[in-house]
């Protein structure tokens, strides 16, 4: 099924926000074979195509196996830069207005690249282009390293931590509950970063309920599986509790197994604030345009949906209160001239 034209239309011209975006998971195997061109690092692959054809993921983990591979080519400050570069460029162009940027350090402070230069390169990027989007920076740590670990990224982190606004949890989600992390958590809100968590994607509802508990988690990311406990989705939808869901994602990791089976409109219809996201758009097959693209096409979703979630974006993002409300407007603005 495809969308009709004026949908299409809409979709990809909407203002919007992206609060789900892995950097490192909007390196495209072009630039993977340019940087390792430029470092003189080997890749596993003979090729962009060869590269393009591993892309056939059973689940997170076998992701996850591909992108610290191809994180293995960013070395340098411009490096990060490029990489970055290439990312908001691709947002701009699908009308992201705002976006709040993951990065995992540890994936290359554990190769000897060391922190400045990761956030250094990222944040260039990021002061570059904010005459265009506007851009803040959430430093996650991995969740199958140990909190030790996570701790020492802090650490590292403490100089730089104007540059970000909060910290997340991220990497694989099976045998890694939240608790694991309790501890650095609480010193990251004290040292006042917005907290936010991955949980509920391939994990049960139960980490949802901890991430908010225990590591205070202000936004969940995916959350998918909330809908499996009645208490925990009336609870989301009560605190108003956002959901950063990636659709392109769920289905190439086989969260789900045809986006006509996406429980996107049972979380808006259950009052969620869920929106939209890439997530890691150069190996799950698409950036932001391209996930509302199939989610239209899938399921029973019109433009009052396409309204929600632009507007879930913004209202779901960190930014201060003013900015979001303008944002929030314009997006009224747009959807009013339609109307």
């Known amino acids: 099924m495809s969308v009709p034209s004026q949908m299409q239309d809409i979709l990809c011209r909407m203002p919007k926000a992206e609060l789900h975006i892995h950097i490192e998971g909007s390196l495209e195997p072009e630039r993977i074979f340019a940087l ?7 890749l596993p692959y003979a090729d962009v195509e060869s590269l393009r054809r591993a892309y056939a993921f059973t689940d997170l983990q076998s992701f996850l196996d591909i992108y610290y591979a191809g994180a293995s080519v960013l070395l340098t400050e411009q490096d990060f830069y490029d990489m970055t570069r290439d990312y908001l460029e691709r947002a701009l162009a699908d009308n992201v207005r705002h976006t709040e940027i993951f990065f995992d350090p540890q994936t290359h402070t554990a190769r000897g ?29 991995l969740r199958h390293l140990s909190e030790e670990d996570a701790f020492l990224t802090l650490d590292a982190a403490m100089p730089h931590l104007a540059k970000i606004i909060g910290v997340g949890l991220d990497s694989s989600e099976r045998g890694h509950p939240p608790e694991k992390f309790a501890r650095v958590f609480a010193r990251c809100r004290e040292l006042g970063l917005r907290i936010v968590a991955h949980a509920g994607e391939e994990g049960p509802p139960e980490y949802i309920r901890n991430a908010l508990d225990i590591l205070h988690a202000e936004r969940i990311d995916h959350g998918v599986r909330c809908l499996e406990d009645a208490e925990l989705t009336a609870r989301l939808a009560r605190e108003q509790i956002p959901l950063t869901v990636c659709p392109l994602s769920n289905l190439k990791l086989c969260v789900v197994k045809d986006m006509a089976q996406h429980n996107l409109p049972q979380l808006l219809d259950a009052g969620l604030l869920a929106m939209v996201n890439s997530d890691d758009p150069a ?57």
Do not use: W
């Open 113 to 141: 690249v060391p922190f400045g230069v990761v956030i250094d390169g990222i944040l260039r990027a990021c002061q570059d282009m904010q005459g265009q989007i506007s851009s803040s920076l959430i430093m996650c740590f």
């Open 283 to 339: 190996y799950f097959g698409g950036y932001l345009n391209q996930n509302f693209l199939a989610l239209f096409a899938a399921l029973p979703l019109e433009i009052r949906h396409a309204q929600v979630l632009a507007r879930n974006s913004f209202a779901a993002s960190f930014l201060p209160a003013a900015r979001k409300q303008a944002l929030l407007d314009e997006v009224d603005a747009f959807f009013a001239k339609i109307a």
């Open 36 to 42: 390792a061109r430029r470092n003189g690092v080997t």
